[in-house]
């Protein structure tokens, strides 16, 4: 890419399918192309300069389409809508999200009645890995039917995995603002520590796929933090306030990471 375009180079080689563009280079061109009439226009010459076949192939199918798309409905409102979330979200998602949220609500609901944990409140221990649960359910293979139109399409890799990342967060982060500000427990306490984990999650899932990173994370924190939590019933170091200092490095090494290989969300293996 030359500045804000495509170069020269790449539109000429994406026209005659040139084998030397990078898969990095294609996914980009054709992510720009969506937004980017110009261009487009300058695509659709190169085409005719350089192809006429596929150039007349085109025309031959669009003067067959150009009658039909003239009298075809237009997409209804709710319709739209729903195309618009579905850049946000997948179907599979919609119950991992409410499993997610009716965990809080249980933690919740513990905490109040005062069952189990000592000094420790289980909205605070469980915070910093829910979200994690929504992120692997969005960009599961197992989940997503279309997974693999979705890992192909232009504008899948990491613009897809930060956006349906956010989707998860805009519905986690809220249910547990308001079940720690119910049981008294602070945002200081848990959010650091779950952007961590979230961004963990993704860097991980650059090298071995974000449903493998989010259950060895997950995991990992079962053993390390949960079990000796519900041993020694009081706060661990890790959701203390001395703690944060070591979320935050945490959190700027996960960005990094994710920042560093983000060409790597383009393949089906983030999928796994």
Known sequence: MNGEHASARIIEGYARGAKDLGADEVWAVEAHLEECRGCRDRLSAA????VPVVASLVDTVWSGLEPR???????????????RLSGWLTPAMAPWLAMVVGVT??????????????????VLLL???????????????????????TASAPRAGLYLVLRRTAA??????????LAGWVTGVTAAQWLL????????????????GVTRAAVWLMAGWAVVVVAPTVAAGRTPFALRTDGMPVWGLILLLGTGVVIARRGAYCVLGAHR
């Open 47 to 50: 085409v005719g300069a350089e």
């Open 69 to 83: 798309l003239a009298v075809t409905a237009t997409m209804p409102r709710r319709r739209r809508r729903s195309a």
């Open 105 to 122: 609500l249980l933690a919740l609901l513990l905490d109040l009645v005062g069952t189990g944990l000592g000094q420790v409140s289980l």
């Open 127 to 149: 915070a910093p890995v829910l979200p994690v649960l929504g992120v692997a359910a969005s960009w599961s293979r197992g989940l997503d039917p279309a997974y693999e139109l």
């Open 168 to 177: 998860v967060l805009a519905v986690v982060v809220p249910a547990l603002l």
């Open 193 to 208: 520590p779950c952007l961590a984990f979230t961004t963990t999650t993704l860097a991980l899932g650059g090298l071995v």
